[in-house]
């Protein structure tokens, strides 16, 4: 097992993230449960949305983006903020600031 695995599978353990639908099934099976003895129903529905990457009709990988912000963080992210700046949906300013950050590096 590489390290980075058993870094993964420590935080899995440790309730830091879930498993994607193919790694709950891979554990179900060598625990010799069922993903209900391990995970309730609402934790279940979160791991259909867990992807590693997805593949668009364009033929482009899509992640999913994951962040950690503290209390203000969350505050300045509140959707009735970014509607005061313009934007629509969250995914909407972090689109906007991927591209914009992808001009400033063609730019360097």
Known sequence: MLKQDKYY???IANYKCLPT???ASKICLMLEC???DIYNKQ???LLK??????RNTDDE????????????GCNCLKLENLK?????TIKQWVLECME?????LKEI
């Open 9 to 11: 599978i420590s935080k």
């Open 43 to 45: 934790e279940i529905d």
């Open 21 to 23: 639908p193919e790694q």
């Open 34 to 36: 069922n993903i209900l």
């Open 100 to 104: 914009d950050l992808k001009r400033r």
């Open 49 to 54: 949305g867990v992807r590693k990457a997805s």
């Open 61 to 72: 990988l899509y992640y999913r983006l994951s962040v950690r912000l503290n209390k203000s």
């Open 84 to 88: 005061k700046l313009g934007y629509k």
